[in-house]
Each structure stands twice: as structure tokens, then as C-alpha cells.
């Protein structure tokens, strides 16, 4: 079970103490360097550090910690320390998965370059080693960083998205004037009573493609990010919000008919609510299952989102045909 702990108090401090310092000792053996700060720390140390801690408790004993400084941007790893008499039992994977869902845009640590379990773990959650320093003379150490995956999140549908889509719908009207000639909101939130990520997409239709080169720095401007077709020939596709995507704008020139696809699949949705509801639920299962795997989220739903496309298709052909 992992807990927050209070490193301020004294009796804590000394359980932290208690821990690490065997397994620091352990580290110090293999990377063959003995000035690791952690192997001096005393309680009255912790206590002043200034990190946040969390532990690992087995029947009520401490055995294993990690600690880390954060900003918005970065959360560092200060410290990971399973005490020798509970390695192997996959304490310093948990707590590193449990750091790893916090917010941040990226994760750091340090360690000792020849420190091989240590990066193997590291490297095996996702981090890369950008680069080797050496602090004093014998230690030498990696950074490794992650640049850290988008949670999904599945949310109940909330009101206010009509209104941030016509807010920004009034923003790139500002921008893109005469050369835009319809902007649609699209994906889930346009589906009053949906389920959905909060997310607000919308789609441009606009006189020619080049608009969106004429305009790519004012869409940066506005706090988006273009990434060109991203997989998707005709479109391009900007994100807004950073890594916490607030919302997407799809641009495409009038007459593609991925513009028609999108809207057929937003209107067949509003016109059939057990539909709707049927992917709402599809989604909360994905987002729960995949939390950080975008692409398992993408793939699981792809069949039916397909089949949905097909039914709407039809559906709209014999509207046409009425």
C-alpha cells in the first residue's frame, strides 16, 4: 500500500532514514562510489528537504519510499529507495508508477550511470537517457527523462462546451475571416448528453488549404499547435492546451469528404441518444483500461466508430433520398 508521508515529523523522518540508508549502501556497491548524499542524510536532513514523500508499506512496515520536487512543467525524482530486505517484490516499479501519475509535462532522474537495475527499471517505464555529467570526481551519473502521456479522461457531459465552442468559433472567424467558410463542432462534446473527453473539436471548411499556412502563426498565436496532416491526408490538424489538449481544430478545404464523414457521424449520434450512449460506455471502459495508451484507446473503439460511420452513411443517403 502506498501512503503519503509526513517527512516533518521526527518519527517518520527516522523510518525514512531507516530505509534508504541500507539501500543507498546497496547502490553505492554497485556504481562503486560512496558519496551518494542519501548515505549521510540524518532525520533532522529529511526533515528539511523541502520534497514531497511517499512510501510503500508492507504489514505495517516501511519498505520502500520515493520522493520528488514538482512544478507544472517537471516533476523531478529526488529520491527511490526499497530497503534490501524487500527488493524483487516490485515496490520501486509501483511507487514509480504511482509518481507517474501525477501532472506534469515531463519526469527527470538522476542516477548512477553504471547503475544497471536502476535505468533498466527506468527505461522500462518509458524514460530515455539524454545525458551523462559528472558531479565530483568518481561519481558519474545519468539523467533520464519522460516526457509524459496524456491521461484520458472520460467525463459526463457538461453544458459549458457549447459555450467554449462558440467562444473560439468567434476567434478563428477573427482570424481566418472570408476564407473560412463553415466552422462545425464535432466529436463527442457536440453531443448534447454524451460522455466524452473534454476536449472541444471542431472542423474548419475553408475556400482552399493554403488558409492554413497563411494563418499557421496566428493559430500559434492563439496557443495551438500546428502538426501538419498527422496521419490524415487533406487535413491539417492543430492542438490547443498543450498536453492536456483543451481543444483540436481539423481545417479542410471545402468539398473533402472527411468533412462530410465527420458531420454525418455528429448528427446520426444526436438523432439515435441509444447509440450515443453505447459509445459513451465503450469509452469509459477503454479510458479505464488504457489510461495512458492513447493508441489502445484509439484502436479499441475503431470497429465500432467504423461500423457507426457505415450506419450513418446510410442513414443520411435516405434522408437525401426522402
Known sequence: MIRLLDHTDPHTARLIVHVQRPAYEREADIIQFKGIPQLNETAGDVMDSGETFVGWFEGGELAGLASYRATPQVLTICRLAVHPDHVRKGIGTALLQFLLEKEADMFEVTTGVHNKPAKALYQKLGFSEIGQFEPEEGAVLS????????????????PEWKREFLEEKQRLKALFQDEVLHIHHIGSTSIPGMSAKP??????????????????????????TPK????LPGRRYFQKGGRRHTHHVHLYEAGHPDIKRHLLFR????AHPERAKE?????KKLAKRFPLQIEGYIKGKNEWVKETERLALRWGKAGEDK
Open 267 to 270: 448528427d446520426y449520434l444526436i
Open 199 to 224: 476536449v472541444i473539436d471542431m472542423l474548419l471548411e475553408v475556400k482552399d488549404l493554403g488558409a492554413a499556412a497563411r494563418h499557421e502563426n496566428g493559430m500559434k498565436t492563439m496557443g495551438y
Open 279 to 283: 459509445y459513451a460506455e465503450l469509452k
Open 228 to 231: 501538419g496532416e498527422n496521419g
Open 143 to 158: 539523467t533520464l527523462i519522460l516526457q509524459a502521456p496524456r491521461k484520458l479522461e472520460v467525463v459526463p457531459y457538461r
